[in-house]
């Protein structure tokens, strides 16, 4: 997508979006009662999300305008903005035009990043895989051009809007991994992609194959790849912009690129979805195809534990004990209870290795947070209050929402082994969401940490 920014309309802009506010006072005046006049008779109510299309064949006016209400000025906030926007936009798309144009004042020019995102989200296409009639029908869908029409726009908001722009593409470039099928987006494509992003970015990155793995002896994360004809991986994406100035932030982002279950193998229902397990490493890529875009002053270590969970005759089996990188010994009680078993491995390596000053993991780990939480919010779990105020004041403001969710202590004690130190899986089947994180809390030690469950909204 290429914006293009322009101080004037010309009658070149034929498809014009103008956002408006309240009544409209915004529209720049050289439209105002023109557009005022053609939106009366159509009882315009200027409500959130209300359109409508004006046609003109006068050569100083847009031949095609669509109006479209932000509701009261008031009421705006960037969450607002956003999706209004990105309603709108795949609005236009319908339209069989390849480039549209926007006209922005002021009021709109304060929101220039959550513009930027919105012009990238809401133009994406899932279709990446199509061939042939309907490749090209999904491709006339795509907005090639927009035009920011703003008179007095600033380098400043150019720049947040450009930098939106990124955010939004970012994002999309992880939503073509997650839903990507095991086939084309498994172990090996997953290492390709953190090798292009650090040699773009010129990141440091170790990529552990299997015998660094268990020279390691990581034998959670290994237990689990035990099934797979693919080798298990552990990725290591290292930005330190600050050097030994600053301690680290590690982000751990789990990748069972396919979860079958394994010998506890899942019903059918639901099963052909399972390549998404990957979806916290693909979002721990999309973070390090940022961080030196937007140029962040922070040091920031990015870990993705790979392997598919799969059913062989040497896969793990309920009851088996595997001891992880940390030397605390775990209990197989669900082989399906596969993502804590790769991460716990991760999260000890990251501290042992990086002495981090916080830690977050981001998983797609339990049903059981769908249930409590449905699709469209994450649960948040951690051990320090600072750290979780931050990350629920910065999901509000992206509109990511999480809700902060308990570790009891009776669901640390469910988590206790009958054999071993750990199991994997509580006794009792309860509270699934809750437990999965007091198993994971046991590998934290001191460190600062959050993890984020996005089994809701990773699809």
């Not at 046609?55 to 305008?65: L, N, Q, V, Y």
């Not at 722009?165 to 099928?181: H, S």
């Not at 209990?331 to 977050?360: F, H, K, M, W």
Request: charged share 25%; proline share 3%; with cysteine.
């Amino acid at each position: 997508m290429k914006i293009n920014f322009q101080k004037n309309f010309n009658q070149e802009n034929a498809l014009l979006l103008i956002p408006c506010l309240d009544q409209g006072q915004n529209i720049p005046e050289f439209l105002k009662q023109w557009v005022s006049e053609r939106v009366k008779s159509q009882q315009f109510s200027y409500e959130v999300g209300e359109h409508v299309s004006i046609f003109s064949s006068d050569e100083d006016k847009p031949a095609h305008s669509i109006v479209w209400s932000f509701g009261k000025a008031k009421e705006v906030t960037n969450t607002k903005i956003r999706s209004t926007l990105a309603k709108a936009i795949k609005h236009l798309r319908h339209h069989p035009v390849s480039e549209i144009s926007i006209m922005l004042n002021a009021d709109f020019l304060k929101y220039a990043q959550e513009i930027g995102e919105a012009l990238a989200l809401s133009n994406y296409n899932p279709a990446i895989y199509k061939t042939g009639k309907d490749r090209e029908e999904a491709q006339t869908k795509i907005i090639q051009k927009i035009n920011i029409i703003a008179k007095d726009i600033s380098r400043v908001q150019k720049y947040d809007l450009e930098e939106g722009l990124k955010i939004g593409l970012a994002v999309n470039q992880v939503r073509d991994l997650v839903n990507g099928p095991h086939n084309l987006v498994n172990v090996k494509t997953m290492t390709d992609k953190a090798k292009e992003i650090a040699a773009k970015n010129k990141y440091g990155l170790k990529i552990l194959d299997k015998k660094q793995l268990e020279k390691l002896q990581m034998g959670a994360l290994l237990g689990v790849n035990q099934g797979s004809h693919e080798e298990a991986k552990l990725i290591v994406l290292e930005y330190l912009p600050l050097g030994k100035r600053q301690e680290p932030t590690a982000i751990v982002g789990k990748g069972v690129v396919f979860d079958s279950g394994g010998v506890n193998i899942k019903p059918t229902q639901g099963l052909s979805e399972m390549h998404m397990d990957m979806a916290g490493g693909a979002a721990v890529l999309g973070v390090f195809s940022l961080l030196k875009e937007l140029e962040i002053k922070q040091n920031v270590i990015g870990l993705i534990p790979l392997t598919d969970n799969s059913v062989d005759a040497t896969s793990l089996k309920p009851s088996d004990i595997v001891t992880s990188y940390s030397g605390k010994t775990i209990e197989i009680g669900n082989t399906d209870a596969e993502g804590r078993l790769i991460l716990c491995d991760a999260i000890s390596y990251a501290i042992r290795t990086y002495q981090p000053s916080q830690v977050i993991d981001i998983a797609t780990l339990t049903g059981a947070c769908m249930v409590a939480l449905g699709d469209q919010l994450a649960g948040m779990f951690g051990n320090n209050k600072r750290m979780k105020e931050r990350m629920l004041s910065a999901a509000h403001e992206t509109n990511e929402e999480i809700w902060e969710m308990p570790i009891h202590e009776s669901h640390r004690k469910a988590m206790k082994g009958k054999f071993a130190d750990l199991n994997n899986i509580s006794d009792t089947g309860l509270g699934g969401a809750c437990t999965a994180a007091a198993f994971l809390e046991e590998f934290v030690e001191k460190t600062d940490w959050i993890h984020l469950d996005i089994a809701g909204p990773a699809m």
